[in-house]
Nanobody
């Protein structure tokens, strides 16, 4: 079992930045492909970004490409999502997820989920 806990969400003005963290316990994260997803009110959960076991490969949703960066520190058992140039449409609950195959880009790819952290971007 892997327990995932997100942190770093909050309220930010449009154009600002936030860095989300996802800390894992129970097992080492180096054995998992990691992903970030988000869910806005009234919408389905959607893919944001995913990162290879070693961090050498990444993939992003078109809506965040060039603004968001996913990274990982396996020694700290933590995955990050750096979010720059935030827009009001980025407002959502952000979830990290862990899976055993590449990529973790759909909900069915993930075996474990965190509880989510709220990101609100004001205009």
């Amino acid at each position: 079992q892997v327990q995932l806990v997100e942190s770093g969400g909050g309220l930010v003005q449009a154009g600002g930045s936030l860095r989300l963290s996802c800390a894992a316990s129970g097992r080492t994260l180096s054995g998992y492909v990691m992903g970030w997803f988000r869910q806005a009110p009234g919408k389905d959960r959607e893919f944001v970004a995913t990162i290879f076991w070693t961090g050498t490969g990444t993939r992003y949703a078109d809506s965040v490409k060039g603004r968001f960066t996913i990274s990982r520190d396996n020694a700290k058992n933590t995955v990050y999502l750096q979010m720059n140039s935030l827009k009001p449409e980025d407002t959502a609950v952000y979830y990290c997820a862990a899976g055993t195959t590449w990529p973790v880009a759909t909900q069915t790819d993930a075996d474990y989920w965190g509880q989510g952290t709220q990101v609100t971007v004001s205009s």
